[in-house]
Protein backbone atom coordinates (compact mmCIF):
# COMPACT_ATOMS: atom_id res chain seq x y z
CA UNK A 1 0.00 0.00 0.00
CA UNK A 2 1.36 3.23 -1.13
CA UNK A 3 2.13 5.90 2.44
CA UNK A 4 -0.23 7.94 2.99
CA UNK A 5 0.34 11.79 3.00
CA UNK A 6 1.49 11.64 6.71
CA UNK A 7 3.97 9.35 5.97
CA UNK A 8 5.32 11.02 2.95
CA UNK A 9 6.23 14.18 4.86
CA UNK A 10 7.86 11.50 7.59
CA UNK A 11 9.85 9.41 4.85
CA UNK A 12 10.78 12.69 3.18
CA UNK A 13 12.44 14.16 5.67
CA UNK A 14 14.07 11.29 7.51
CA UNK A 15 15.44 10.03 4.04
CA UNK A 16 16.16 13.64 3.02
CA UNK A 17 18.68 13.67 5.97
CA UNK A 18 20.18 10.66 5.34
CA UNK A 19 20.71 11.35 1.40
CA UNK A 20 22.28 14.47 2.23
CA UNK A 21 24.53 13.16 5.19
CA UNK A 22 25.86 10.47 2.69
CA UNK A 23 26.64 12.43 -0.04
CA UNK A 24 28.34 15.02 2.05
CA UNK A 25 30.46 11.89 4.24
CA UNK A 26 34.27 11.98 3.47
CA UNK A 27 34.20 8.28 3.94
CA UNK A 28 31.88 8.26 0.82
CA UNK A 29 34.21 9.78 -1.30
CA UNK A 30 37.25 7.91 -0.17
CA UNK A 31 34.53 4.61 -0.98
CA UNK A 32 34.06 5.84 -4.15
CA UNK A 33 37.46 6.41 -5.42
CA UNK A 34 38.89 3.11 -4.17
CA UNK A 35 36.04 1.53 -6.01
CA UNK A 36 36.97 3.80 -9.19
CA UNK A 37 40.58 2.02 -8.68
CA UNK A 38 39.54 -1.43 -8.17
CA UNK A 39 37.35 -0.63 -11.41
CA UNK A 40 40.87 0.51 -12.90
CA UNK A 41 42.83 -2.68 -11.80
CA UNK A 42 40.31 -5.07 -12.76
CA UNK A 43 40.36 -3.71 -16.32
CA UNK A 44 44.11 -3.99 -16.59
CA UNK A 45 43.79 -7.57 -14.96
CA UNK A 46 41.76 -8.93 -17.87
CA UNK A 47 43.42 -6.81 -21.08
CA UNK A 48 47.28 -8.55 -19.98
CA UNK A 49 47.97 -10.55 -23.25
CA UNK A 50 49.56 -12.96 -20.40
CA UNK A 51 46.09 -13.28 -18.22
CA UNK A 52 44.40 -14.14 -21.92
CA UNK A 53 42.51 -17.41 -21.97
CA UNK A 54 40.51 -19.47 -24.69
CA UNK A 55 39.22 -17.22 -27.15
CA UNK A 56 35.72 -17.95 -26.86
CA UNK A 57 34.91 -17.52 -22.96
CA UNK A 58 37.70 -14.64 -22.85
CA UNK A 59 35.78 -12.89 -25.94
CA UNK A 60 32.01 -13.17 -23.47
CA UNK A 61 34.29 -12.42 -20.97
CA UNK A 62 36.04 -9.71 -21.97
CA UNK A 63 32.37 -8.36 -24.08
CA UNK A 64 30.08 -8.13 -21.04
CA UNK A 65 33.18 -6.75 -18.86
CA UNK A 66 33.99 -4.07 -20.99
CA UNK A 67 30.13 -2.99 -20.73
CA UNK A 68 30.32 -3.34 -17.16
CA UNK A 69 33.47 -1.35 -16.75
CA UNK A 70 32.69 1.45 -18.66
CA UNK A 71 29.58 2.14 -16.93
CA UNK A 72 31.17 1.62 -13.26
CA UNK A 73 33.73 4.20 -14.54
CA UNK A 74 31.17 6.56 -15.71
CA UNK A 75 29.05 6.09 -12.84
CA UNK A 76 31.75 6.80 -10.00
CA UNK A 77 32.90 9.72 -12.12
CA UNK A 78 29.08 11.20 -11.99
CA UNK A 79 28.49 10.39 -8.42
CA UNK A 80 31.91 12.00 -7.49
CA UNK A 81 30.51 15.48 -9.06
CA UNK A 82 27.29 14.92 -6.83
CA UNK A 83 28.82 17.58 -4.72
CA UNK A 84 27.38 20.32 -6.69
CA UNK A 85 24.14 21.97 -5.06
CA UNK A 86 21.81 23.55 -7.33
CA UNK A 87 20.21 25.76 -4.56
CA UNK A 88 22.02 28.91 -5.04
CA UNK A 89 21.27 32.60 -3.65
CA UNK A 90 18.66 32.95 -6.29
CA UNK A 91 16.49 29.58 -5.28
CA UNK A 92 16.73 30.73 -1.49
CA UNK A 93 15.63 34.24 -2.71
CA UNK A 94 12.88 33.27 -4.70
CA UNK A 95 11.99 30.81 -2.05
CA UNK A 96 11.58 33.63 0.29
CA UNK A 97 9.38 35.32 -2.22
CA UNK A 98 7.26 32.74 -3.48
CA UNK A 99 3.94 33.98 -1.57
CA UNK A 100 3.15 37.60 -1.63
CA UNK A 101 0.32 37.13 0.76
CA UNK A 102 -2.19 40.21 0.41
CA UNK A 103 -5.36 38.09 2.27
CA UNK A 104 -4.73 35.93 4.38
CA UNK A 105 -6.22 33.24 1.93
CA UNK A 106 -4.06 33.65 -0.62
CA UNK A 107 -1.71 31.23 -1.89
CA UNK A 108 -0.70 32.67 -5.22
CA UNK A 109 2.44 31.71 -5.95
CA UNK A 110 4.90 34.22 -7.31
CA UNK A 111 8.05 34.19 -9.30
CA UNK A 112 10.16 37.27 -9.90
CA UNK A 113 7.06 38.70 -8.48
CA UNK A 114 4.46 38.08 -10.62
CA UNK A 115 1.82 35.49 -10.21
CA UNK A 116 1.70 32.38 -11.74
CA UNK A 117 -0.60 29.89 -12.85
CA UNK A 118 0.77 26.06 -11.96
CA UNK A 119 -1.63 23.36 -13.20
CA UNK A 120 -1.05 19.65 -11.75
CA UNK A 121 -1.33 16.76 -13.84
CA UNK A 122 -2.00 13.26 -12.49
CA UNK A 123 -1.94 10.73 -15.29
CA UNK A 124 -4.55 7.51 -15.02
CA UNK A 125 -4.65 4.40 -16.98
CA UNK A 126 -6.25 1.47 -15.21
CA UNK A 127 -5.43 2.29 -11.67
CA UNK A 128 -7.98 1.07 -8.87
CA UNK A 129 -9.60 3.85 -7.06
CA UNK A 130 -8.34 3.62 -3.70
CA UNK A 131 -4.77 4.13 -5.50
CA UNK A 132 -5.81 7.08 -7.08
CA UNK A 133 -7.79 8.68 -4.68
CA UNK A 134 -4.86 8.87 -2.43
CA UNK A 135 -2.79 10.66 -5.20
CA UNK A 136 -5.95 13.09 -5.87
CA UNK A 137 -6.47 14.14 -2.41
CA UNK A 138 -2.38 14.81 -1.76
CA UNK A 139 -2.49 16.86 -4.73
CA UNK A 140 -5.04 18.89 -4.24
CA UNK A 141 -3.63 19.42 -0.90
CA UNK A 142 -0.37 20.51 -1.67
CA UNK A 143 1.14 24.12 -0.42
CA UNK A 144 0.78 27.14 -3.44
CA UNK A 145 -2.05 27.97 -5.27
CA UNK A 146 -2.68 25.35 -8.30
CA UNK A 147 -5.25 23.10 -9.98
CA UNK A 148 -5.49 19.31 -9.91
CA UNK A 149 -6.24 17.75 -13.15
CA UNK A 150 -6.78 13.78 -13.45
CA UNK A 151 -5.83 12.92 -17.15
CA UNK A 152 -7.94 9.35 -17.23
CA UNK A 153 -7.07 7.58 -20.27
CA UNK A 154 -8.88 4.60 -18.41
CA UNK A 155 -12.33 5.81 -18.83
CA UNK A 156 -13.24 5.09 -15.52
CA UNK A 157 -16.50 6.83 -14.31
CA UNK A 158 -15.57 6.08 -11.14
CA UNK A 159 -12.45 8.05 -11.07
CA UNK A 160 -14.85 11.25 -12.75
CA UNK A 161 -17.16 10.68 -9.71
CA UNK A 162 -14.32 10.86 -7.32
CA UNK A 163 -12.71 13.87 -8.71
CA UNK A 164 -15.72 15.68 -8.34
CA UNK A 165 -15.85 14.74 -4.41
CA UNK A 166 -11.82 15.79 -3.85
CA UNK A 167 -12.10 18.99 -6.08
CA UNK A 168 -10.23 18.05 -8.74
CA UNK A 169 -10.21 18.76 -13.12
CA UNK A 170 -11.11 15.97 -14.41
CA UNK A 171 -10.41 15.29 -18.43
CA UNK A 172 -11.25 12.34 -20.57
CA UNK A 173 -9.93 12.33 -24.04
CA UNK A 174 -11.42 10.43 -26.90
CA UNK A 175 -8.71 7.96 -27.80
CA UNK A 176 -5.94 6.60 -26.31
CA UNK A 177 -3.15 7.73 -29.31
CA UNK A 178 0.58 8.76 -28.34
CA UNK A 179 0.02 6.87 -24.54
CA UNK A 180 0.93 8.78 -21.54
CA UNK A 181 2.68 11.59 -23.47
CA UNK A 182 -0.48 12.20 -26.05
CA UNK A 183 -2.38 12.00 -22.71
CA UNK A 184 -0.33 15.27 -21.36
CA UNK A 185 -0.41 16.77 -24.28
CA UNK A 186 -3.83 16.66 -25.03
CA UNK A 187 -4.43 18.07 -21.38
CA UNK A 188 -2.16 20.72 -22.36
CA UNK A 189 -4.53 21.73 -24.83
CA UNK A 190 -6.91 22.84 -22.31
CA UNK A 191 -4.95 23.62 -19.19
CA UNK A 192 -3.05 27.11 -19.85
CA UNK A 193 -1.06 27.17 -16.57
CA UNK A 194 2.50 28.89 -16.64
CA UNK A 195 3.96 25.62 -15.40
CA UNK A 196 2.65 21.77 -15.13
CA UNK A 197 3.49 18.92 -12.63
CA UNK A 198 3.16 15.52 -13.81
CA UNK A 199 2.63 12.33 -10.81
CA UNK A 200 1.72 9.30 -11.81
CA UNK A 201 -1.65 7.62 -10.43
CA UNK A 202 0.10 6.06 -7.73
CA UNK A 203 2.42 8.67 -6.40
CA UNK A 204 1.46 10.72 -4.31
CA UNK A 205 3.26 13.88 -3.74
CA UNK A 206 4.76 15.73 -0.74
CA UNK A 207 2.59 19.19 0.31
CA UNK A 208 5.73 21.26 0.02
CA UNK A 209 5.88 19.66 -3.47
CA UNK A 210 5.49 22.76 -5.34
CA UNK A 211 6.95 25.19 -2.58
CA UNK A 212 10.48 23.34 -3.06
CA UNK A 213 10.11 22.87 -6.81
CA UNK A 214 9.21 26.00 -7.98
CA UNK A 215 11.98 28.66 -7.05
CA UNK A 216 14.23 27.25 -9.40
CA UNK A 217 12.10 28.67 -12.43
CA UNK A 218 13.30 32.21 -11.16
CA UNK A 219 16.55 31.27 -13.53
CA UNK A 220 14.63 31.62 -17.26
CA UNK A 221 16.27 28.97 -18.56
CA UNK A 222 14.95 26.67 -16.18
CA UNK A 223 13.25 23.45 -18.61
CA UNK A 224 12.19 21.53 -15.48
CA UNK A 225 12.97 20.29 -12.15
CA UNK A 226 12.96 16.41 -11.48
CA UNK A 227 12.33 14.79 -7.88
CA UNK A 228 13.11 11.16 -7.08
CA UNK A 229 11.18 8.40 -7.57
CA UNK A 230 11.03 6.78 -4.08
CA UNK A 231 8.36 3.08 -3.28
CA UNK A 232 6.08 2.08 0.14
CA UNK A 233 5.65 -1.18 -0.88
CA UNK A 234 8.47 -2.95 -0.37
CA UNK A 235 6.66 -6.24 0.72
CA UNK A 236 7.70 -8.37 -2.07
CA UNK A 237 11.09 -10.02 -3.31
CA UNK A 238 10.12 -7.97 -7.03
CA UNK A 239 9.26 -4.86 -5.57
CA UNK A 240 12.48 -4.75 -2.59
CA UNK A 241 14.38 -5.52 -5.80
CA UNK A 242 13.25 -2.87 -8.11
CA UNK A 243 13.40 -0.44 -5.81
CA UNK A 244 16.81 -0.87 -4.42
CA UNK A 245 18.18 -1.08 -7.89
CA UNK A 246 17.37 2.68 -8.34
CA UNK A 247 18.90 3.54 -4.67
CA UNK A 248 22.09 4.87 -6.34
CA UNK A 249 21.26 6.16 -9.35
CA UNK A 250 18.61 8.69 -7.58
CA UNK A 251 20.35 9.73 -4.74
CA UNK A 252 24.10 10.28 -6.18
CA UNK A 253 23.86 9.70 -10.24
CA UNK A 254 21.16 11.98 -11.08
CA UNK A 255 22.13 14.49 -8.46
CA UNK A 256 25.72 14.23 -10.28
CA UNK A 257 24.26 14.82 -13.33
CA UNK A 258 23.36 18.58 -12.50
CA UNK A 259 26.91 19.49 -12.68
CA UNK A 260 26.65 18.66 -16.76
CA UNK A 261 23.18 20.04 -17.40
CA UNK A 262 22.28 16.57 -17.88
CA UNK A 263 19.70 15.38 -15.51
CA UNK A 264 16.69 14.05 -16.97
CA UNK A 265 13.12 13.56 -16.52
CA UNK A 266 11.95 10.28 -15.15
CA UNK A 267 8.13 10.98 -16.51
CA UNK A 268 6.74 11.56 -12.70
CA UNK A 269 7.51 13.60 -9.89
CA UNK A 270 8.41 16.32 -12.40
CA UNK A 271 7.69 19.98 -13.01
CA UNK A 272 7.95 21.92 -16.21
CA UNK A 273 7.90 24.82 -18.01
CA UNK A 274 5.22 25.17 -20.24
CA UNK A 275 7.09 27.29 -22.41
CA UNK A 276 9.59 25.23 -22.53
CA UNK A 277 7.67 22.40 -23.68
CA UNK A 278 6.07 24.43 -26.42
CA UNK A 279 8.80 25.30 -27.88
CA UNK A 280 9.80 21.63 -28.65
CA UNK A 281 6.49 21.05 -29.77
CA UNK A 282 5.19 19.09 -26.35
CA UNK A 283 5.97 15.93 -24.89
CA UNK A 284 7.31 13.47 -27.09
CA UNK A 285 5.15 10.80 -28.39
CA UNK A 286 7.23 8.35 -30.07
CA UNK A 287 8.62 6.57 -27.87
CA UNK A 288 7.32 4.53 -24.77
CA UNK A 289 10.29 6.61 -22.73
CA UNK A 290 8.67 9.93 -23.75
CA UNK A 291 10.22 11.36 -20.55
CA UNK A 292 13.96 10.92 -21.45
CA UNK A 293 13.56 12.02 -24.95
CA UNK A 294 11.46 15.04 -24.10
CA UNK A 295 14.37 15.85 -21.55
CA UNK A 296 17.06 14.99 -24.35
CA UNK A 297 14.72 17.39 -26.98
CA UNK A 298 14.74 20.28 -24.38
CA UNK A 299 18.34 19.99 -23.61
CA UNK A 300 19.16 19.89 -27.40
CA UNK A 301 17.16 23.16 -27.36
CA UNK A 302 19.31 24.59 -24.95
CA UNK A 303 17.15 24.39 -21.68
CA UNK A 304 18.69 23.64 -18.25
CA UNK A 305 17.08 20.77 -16.31
CA UNK A 306 17.75 20.62 -12.50
CA UNK A 307 17.26 17.35 -9.71
CA UNK A 308 16.95 17.65 -6.23
CA UNK A 309 17.37 14.38 -4.33
CA UNK A 310 14.84 15.54 -1.52
CA UNK A 311 11.54 12.53 -1.75
CA UNK A 312 8.88 14.83 -2.61
CA UNK A 313 6.78 11.80 -3.31
CA UNK A 314 6.13 8.25 -2.41
CA UNK A 315 4.69 5.81 -5.11
CA UNK A 316 4.32 2.28 -5.58
CA UNK A 317 7.48 -0.60 -7.04
CA UNK A 318 5.95 -2.96 -9.92
CA UNK A 319 4.81 -5.86 -7.25
CA UNK A 320 4.60 -8.93 -9.75
CA UNK A 321 7.13 -10.99 -12.26
CA UNK A 322 4.62 -9.74 -14.84
CA UNK A 323 4.72 -5.61 -13.63
CA UNK A 324 8.14 -5.79 -13.53
CA UNK A 325 9.12 -7.29 -16.80
CA UNK A 326 6.56 -4.68 -18.44
CA UNK A 327 8.06 -1.82 -16.63
CA UNK A 328 11.65 -2.53 -17.44
CA UNK A 329 10.68 -3.96 -21.53
CA UNK A 330 9.28 0.04 -21.76
CA UNK A 331 12.30 1.59 -20.17
CA UNK A 332 14.97 -0.44 -22.07
CA UNK A 333 13.08 -0.19 -25.40
CA UNK A 334 13.49 4.24 -24.65
CA UNK A 335 17.40 3.65 -24.41
CA UNK A 336 18.13 1.34 -27.15
CA UNK A 337 15.96 3.96 -29.21
CA UNK A 338 17.98 6.92 -28.66
CA UNK A 339 21.33 4.71 -28.75
CA UNK A 340 20.54 3.19 -32.38
CA UNK A 341 18.11 6.15 -33.68
CA UNK A 342 19.47 9.13 -32.02
CA UNK A 343 22.89 8.18 -30.59
CA UNK A 344 23.64 11.50 -28.06
CA UNK A 345 27.82 11.34 -29.55
CA UNK A 346 26.77 12.00 -33.14
CA UNK A 347 28.02 15.66 -34.25
CA UNK A 348 24.59 16.20 -35.10
CA UNK A 349 23.34 16.88 -32.04
CA UNK A 350 23.15 20.20 -30.10
CA UNK A 351 24.40 18.56 -26.92
CA UNK A 352 27.51 20.29 -24.58
CA UNK A 353 30.14 17.62 -24.14
CA UNK A 354 29.43 16.26 -20.81
CA UNK A 355 25.36 15.78 -22.13
CA UNK A 356 26.66 13.70 -25.14
CA UNK A 357 28.71 11.53 -22.64
CA UNK A 358 25.66 11.38 -20.09
CA UNK A 359 22.71 10.91 -22.71
CA UNK A 360 25.19 7.82 -24.07
CA UNK A 361 25.47 6.25 -20.32
CA UNK A 362 21.91 6.65 -20.51
CA UNK A 363 21.25 5.02 -24.21
CA UNK A 364 24.02 2.25 -23.43
CA UNK A 365 22.96 1.44 -19.82
CA UNK A 366 20.57 -1.16 -20.13
CA UNK A 367 23.67 -3.31 -22.43
CA UNK A 368 24.72 -4.07 -19.05
CA UNK A 369 21.14 -6.12 -18.09
CA UNK A 370 22.34 -7.99 -21.33
CA UNK A 371 25.68 -8.78 -19.81
CA UNK A 372 24.86 -11.75 -17.21
CA UNK A 373 23.90 -13.53 -19.98
CA UNK A 374 27.25 -13.86 -21.25
CA UNK A 375 29.01 -14.55 -17.98
CA UNK A 376 26.14 -17.17 -17.51
CA UNK A 377 27.65 -18.80 -20.41
CA UNK A 378 31.45 -19.04 -19.51
CA UNK A 379 31.14 -21.63 -16.16
CA UNK A 380 29.34 -24.20 -18.46
CA UNK A 381 32.04 -23.94 -21.25
CA UNK A 382 35.07 -24.98 -19.09
CA UNK A 383 32.71 -27.50 -17.42
CA UNK A 384 31.96 -29.28 -20.58
CA UNK A 385 34.14 -28.23 -22.74
CA UNK A 386 37.16 -27.50 -20.79
CA UNK A 387 37.40 -23.60 -22.27
CA UNK A 388 38.51 -21.17 -19.75
CA UNK A 389 38.56 -17.29 -20.31
CA UNK A 390 41.59 -16.60 -18.14
CA UNK A 391 45.22 -18.25 -18.23
CA UNK A 392 45.81 -21.60 -16.06
CA UNK A 393 48.75 -20.64 -14.50
CA UNK A 394 46.56 -17.63 -12.79
CA UNK A 395 45.77 -18.59 -9.34
CA UNK A 396 42.01 -18.31 -7.75
CA UNK A 397 43.48 -16.45 -4.83
CA UNK A 398 45.27 -14.33 -7.74
CA UNK A 399 41.44 -14.19 -9.98
CA UNK A 400 39.08 -13.99 -6.35
CA UNK A 401 41.86 -10.26 -5.71
CA UNK A 402 41.10 -8.48 -8.73
CA UNK A 403 37.65 -9.31 -9.35
CA UNK A 404 37.05 -8.53 -5.30
CA UNK A 405 38.54 -5.08 -6.67
CA UNK A 406 35.81 -4.26 -9.14
CA UNK A 407 32.10 -6.36 -7.76
CA UNK A 408 33.24 -6.03 -3.92
CA UNK A 409 33.52 -2.39 -3.98
CA UNK A 410 30.83 -2.19 -6.08
CA UNK A 411 29.12 -3.89 -3.51
CA UNK A 412 30.71 -2.17 -0.24
CA UNK A 413 29.35 1.06 -2.32
CA UNK A 414 25.87 -0.14 -2.45
CA UNK A 415 26.03 -1.24 1.17
CA UNK A 416 27.15 2.54 2.17
CA UNK A 417 24.12 4.32 0.89
CA UNK A 418 21.50 1.24 1.69
CA UNK A 419 22.70 0.52 4.68
CA UNK A 420 23.02 -2.85 4.21
CA UNK A 421 23.16 -5.80 1.33
CA UNK A 422 20.29 -6.34 -0.99
CA UNK A 423 20.73 -9.32 -2.14
CA UNK A 424 17.06 -9.08 -3.72
CA UNK A 425 18.77 -5.99 -6.23
CA UNK A 426 21.13 -8.59 -7.29
CA UNK A 427 18.99 -11.46 -8.13
CA UNK A 428 16.68 -9.34 -10.39
CA UNK A 429 19.96 -7.76 -11.50
CA UNK A 430 20.89 -11.02 -12.99
CA UNK A 431 17.67 -12.58 -13.82
CA UNK A 432 16.71 -9.34 -16.35
CA UNK A 433 18.81 -10.39 -19.19
CA UNK A 434 15.94 -11.94 -21.37
CA UNK A 435 14.20 -8.41 -20.86
CA UNK A 436 16.73 -6.68 -21.85
CA UNK A 437 17.53 -8.64 -24.85
CA UNK A 438 14.17 -8.39 -25.91
CA UNK A 439 14.11 -4.66 -25.74
CA UNK A 440 17.28 -4.93 -28.40
CA UNK A 441 15.72 -6.83 -30.63
CA UNK A 442 12.64 -5.22 -30.75
CA UNK A 443 14.18 -1.80 -31.27
CA UNK A 444 16.39 -3.54 -34.03
CA UNK A 445 13.20 -4.79 -35.88
CA UNK A 446 11.03 -1.86 -35.05
CA UNK A 447 8.73 -3.59 -33.17
CA UNK A 448 6.22 -1.47 -30.83
CA UNK A 449 5.89 -2.77 -27.12
CA UNK A 450 2.61 -1.37 -26.79
CA UNK A 451 1.70 0.87 -23.18
CA UNK A 452 0.36 -0.90 -19.88
CA UNK A 453 0.66 1.69 -16.76
CA UNK A 454 2.94 -0.24 -13.84
CA UNK A 455 0.33 -0.06 -11.67
CA UNK A 456 -2.77 -0.56 -13.64
CA UNK A 457 -5.58 -3.11 -12.45
CA UNK A 458 -6.57 -6.43 -14.09
CA UNK A 459 -6.25 -10.20 -13.48
CA UNK A 460 -2.95 -10.99 -12.71
CA UNK A 461 -1.50 -13.35 -15.21
CA UNK A 462 0.87 -16.36 -13.73
CA UNK A 463 4.25 -14.82 -13.56
CA UNK A 464 5.91 -17.98 -15.29
CA UNK A 465 4.68 -16.74 -18.64
CA UNK A 466 7.18 -14.09 -18.47
CA UNK A 467 9.94 -15.91 -17.11
CA UNK A 468 10.49 -19.23 -19.61
CA UNK A 469 13.94 -18.24 -20.49
CA UNK A 470 14.92 -18.16 -16.55
CA UNK A 471 13.70 -21.59 -16.08
CA UNK A 472 15.26 -22.90 -18.94
CA UNK A 473 18.58 -21.34 -18.05
CA UNK A 474 17.66 -22.64 -14.70
CA UNK A 475 17.23 -26.16 -15.32
CA UNK A 476 20.67 -25.73 -17.57
CA UNK A 477 22.65 -24.87 -14.97
CA UNK A 478 21.37 -26.95 -12.73
CA UNK A 479 22.44 -30.15 -14.03
CA UNK A 480 25.46 -28.53 -15.53
CA UNK A 481 26.00 -27.89 -11.05
CA UNK A 482 25.15 -31.53 -10.82
CA UNK A 483 27.79 -32.24 -13.29
CA UNK A 484 30.64 -30.00 -12.01
CA UNK A 485 30.50 -31.29 -8.53
CA UNK A 486 30.66 -34.85 -9.84
CA UNK A 487 33.49 -33.57 -11.99
CA UNK A 488 35.33 -31.75 -8.84
CA UNK A 489 34.67 -34.87 -6.15
CA UNK A 490 36.54 -36.92 -9.15
CA UNK A 491 39.05 -34.83 -9.32
CA UNK A 492 39.77 -34.08 -5.63
CA UNK A 493 40.28 -30.16 -6.61
CA UNK A 494 37.26 -27.75 -6.11
CA UNK A 495 37.23 -25.03 -8.78
CA UNK A 496 36.15 -21.86 -10.06
CA UNK A 497 33.80 -23.14 -12.55
CA UNK A 498 31.95 -25.02 -9.99
CA UNK A 499 31.60 -22.32 -7.79
CA UNK A 500 30.55 -19.71 -10.18
CA UNK A 501 28.00 -22.05 -11.93
CA UNK A 502 26.34 -23.37 -8.32
CA UNK A 503 26.22 -19.15 -7.55
CA UNK A 504 24.56 -18.60 -10.71
CA UNK A 505 22.19 -21.43 -10.00
CA UNK A 506 21.05 -20.45 -6.64
CA UNK A 507 20.34 -16.61 -7.48
CA UNK A 508 18.48 -17.74 -10.64
CA UNK A 509 16.57 -20.30 -7.90
CA UNK A 510 15.79 -17.17 -5.62
CA UNK A 511 14.01 -15.73 -8.58
CA UNK A 512 11.74 -18.55 -9.53
CA UNK A 513 10.84 -19.35 -6.07
CA UNK A 514 9.94 -15.68 -6.27
CA UNK A 515 8.07 -16.22 -9.15
CA UNK A 516 6.57 -19.52 -7.52
CA UNK A 517 5.45 -17.52 -4.64
CA UNK A 518 3.56 -14.79 -6.66
CA UNK A 519 1.49 -17.55 -8.57
CA UNK A 520 0.19 -19.26 -5.26
CA UNK A 521 -1.02 -16.16 -4.10
CA UNK A 522 -4.60 -15.29 -5.09
CA UNK A 523 -4.44 -13.00 -7.86
CA UNK A 524 -7.60 -10.49 -7.36
CA UNK A 525 -10.44 -10.33 -10.06
CA UNK A 526 -10.98 -7.64 -11.93
CA UNK A 527 -13.86 -5.36 -11.39
CA UNK A 528 -16.85 -5.59 -13.24
CA UNK A 529 -16.53 -3.05 -16.22
CA UNK A 530 -19.26 0.03 -15.79
CA UNK A 531 -20.74 0.83 -18.79
CA UNK A 532 -20.21 4.72 -19.14
CA UNK A 533 -23.52 7.22 -19.91
CA UNK A 534 -21.55 9.62 -21.37
CA UNK A 535 -20.63 9.52 -25.22
CA UNK A 536 -16.99 8.39 -25.92
CA UNK A 537 -15.66 11.99 -26.32
CA UNK A 538 -13.30 14.35 -24.62
CA UNK A 539 -14.87 15.22 -21.49
CA UNK A 540 -13.81 18.25 -18.68
CA UNK A 541 -15.13 17.61 -15.26
CA UNK A 542 -15.20 20.91 -13.22
CA UNK A 543 -14.62 20.38 -9.23
CA UNK A 544 -18.31 21.25 -9.05
CA UNK A 545 -21.63 18.95 -8.75
CA UNK A 546 -21.86 20.49 -12.39
CA UNK A 547 -20.39 18.51 -15.32
CA UNK A 548 -19.23 20.40 -18.64
CA UNK A 549 -18.82 17.93 -21.35
CA UNK A 550 -16.42 19.23 -24.65
CA UNK A 551 -16.46 17.59 -28.08
CA UNK A 552 -13.23 17.57 -29.88
Not at 217 to 234: E, M, R
Not at 354 to 373: E, H, K, M, N
Request: aromatic letters at 12%; glycine letters at 6%; proline letters at 5%.
Amino acid sequence: MAATTGDVSTTAGRNRRAARGAENSALFVLISIIATLGVLAYMLFLLNPANRGDLLPYALVMTAETILIFHALLSMWTILSSGYDPRDFAYHEAKGALFLRRRYDDDTLHIAGAPVLVDVFITVYGEDEATVRRTVEAAVAMRGGHRTWVLDDGRSDEVRDLCEQLGAWYIRRLSGNGAKAGNVNHALSIAKGNFFAIFDADFVPHPDFLVETMPFFADQNVAFVQTPQSYGNLHTIVARGAAYMQTVFYRFVQRGRNRSNAAFCVGTNVIFRRAAIDEIGGIHTDSKSEDVWTALALHEHGWRSVYISDILAVGDAPETVEAYSKQQLRWATGGFEILLTHNPLSPRRKLTADQRIQYFVTASFYLTGICPLLLLLVPPMEIYFDLRPMNLSITAGTWALYYFGFYGMQILLAWFVMGSFRWETLTLATASFPIYAKALWNVIVGKDVGWQATGAKGKRSSAFGFIIPQLLFFVFLLLTSVVAVWRDWQNGTPTIATAWNVTNTVILALFIAAAARESHQKAPLPPAPVESETPLRTIIARPAPREMEVAK
